[in-house]
């Protein structure tokens, strides 16, 4: 086989077979194969089931009943379960034109690179598939922030957040991949030393169906550029942020209504740590979850530290206001941040520390099975 295709799919069922006819149309001579990982809540794995019968391709698809990683896990999946070592990735709504697949084949098969980048922003590549002025403006700065954050890694990358590449999957070690959201190729691009090349694509419209994009997409997208670059505790650190936010404003639109500010002080501190705890499970500490305590004991241990913390920290507050003269809302600031490295170590370390596994000693678990990641700095 010479090249596997790579789909992940989430409610295309549209799209699936002018899809399968295009690249099957692209390919040519190849010996290639379609792989479809498919998230899908409708018939969409049905579909691409009745459409490989009449496939001039090998077509297959892996459903998950339990996704793992987002879109970014589908791909990982597909690369490990791909009858080729080239991989190509490419959505399933038609925005990345099959055409161009064996223009990225070629370029591969030159043996001189580990990924071939189809990017809407060298030479004639456009973007004119992205449904409006606010999505251009969002993917540019998106693009900017990222080689920003990463000058040395993404140096020879234009667009380091196209869905649409092709991959020699023996440069990737898929065992130590991380997928936390959609921009799998930024996460490869990350945390792997790879050889890259471009080629321009323009990004078309999308075909059927619904995009996917979303508010919640783009704090994923955030998330996922944090941690890459500072590690757990950036992401965090921004949710902690969020928080302490929150909290002050909590704390001055209560005292502004005449509440008593230690009151105010205490309902923004409930308020704000049952958020806490449900961002964190969904941004910071998603891949440990697994390993961890189940739900409830992972909130209880949260919420009673968090409470124990405040009972703290809010008396200490009260004391800097009545003898600092200093106001309720700066008092309440620099509280928190004096709170935030305690906050994360104590998550990190206990909350999403892994089970003991039976028979085993505290200690030696904790010695064999804590999740270093969880403190170490990301990929640079």
């Known amino acids: 086989m010479n090249l596997t295709v790579i789909v992940p799919t989430f409610n295309e069922a549209p799209n699936v077979r002018p899809l399968v006819e295009r690249i099957g149309t692209a390919v040519g001579g190849l010996e290639a194969e379609i792989l479809f990982v498919d998230d899908s809540n409708d018939d969409t794995p049905e579909v691409i089931r009745a459409v490989a019968a009449s496939s001039g391709l090998p077509v297959r698809v892996i459903h998950r009943e339990r996704p793992k990683g987002g879109l970014g896990g589908a791909v990982v999946e597909g690369l490990k379960a791909a009858s080729s070592d080239f991989c190509l990735v490419m959505d399933g709504d038609l925005q990345h034109p099959p055409e161009k697949i064996p223009v990225l084949f070629e370029r591969a098969s030159r043996g001189d690179v580990d990924v071939v980048v189809a990017s809407r922003y060298v030479e004639d590549g456009s973007s004119h598939g992205l449904s409006d002025r606010s999505r251009v403006l969002v993917s540019r700065a998106s693009t900017v922030l990222t080689r920003a954050m990463f000058p040395i890694r993404l140096k020879d990358v234009s667009d380091p957040m196209t869905g649409f590449f092709l991959v020699d999957r023996r440069s990737l070690p898929l065992d130590d991949l991380q997928p936390r959201g959609f921009k799998i190729l930024l996460e490869m691009l990350a945390r792997t030393t790879l050889r890259v090349a471009e ?155 892994p089970r003991r596994a039976r028979g085993t000693s505290r200690r030696v678990a904790r010695e064999r099975e804590l999740d270093l990641p969880a403190l170490a700095p990301g990929e640079l």
């Open 199 to 353: 080629v321009p694509f323009h990004f078309a419209d999308r075909h059927g169906g619904e995009s996917k994009a979303s508010f919640a997409q783009g704090l994923h997208f955030l998330a996922q550029l944090t941690a890459l670059r500072f590690g757990k505790m950036s992401s965090f650190a921004i949710i902690g942020g969020l928080g302490a936010l929150a909290n002050i404003a909590i704390v001055w639109g209560l005292t502004r209504f005449g509440m008593n500010y230690v009151v105010a002080a205490v309902i923004a501190a409930e308020v704000t740590i049952v958020a806490n705890f449900l961002l964190m499970e969904r941004f910071v500490f998603q891949d440990m979850r697994n390993q961890a305590s189940s739900i409830r004991s992972r909130f209880a241990k949260s919420f009673a530290f968090n409470n124990a913390e405040a009972v703290i920290r809010i008396p200490i507050m009260a004391l800097m206001v009545s003898s600092g003269h200093i106001s309720s809302v700066i008092a309440t600031a620099i509280t928190l941040a004096a709170a935030f490295v305690v906050r994360f170590l104590f998550h990190s370390l206990v909350v999403y520390a």
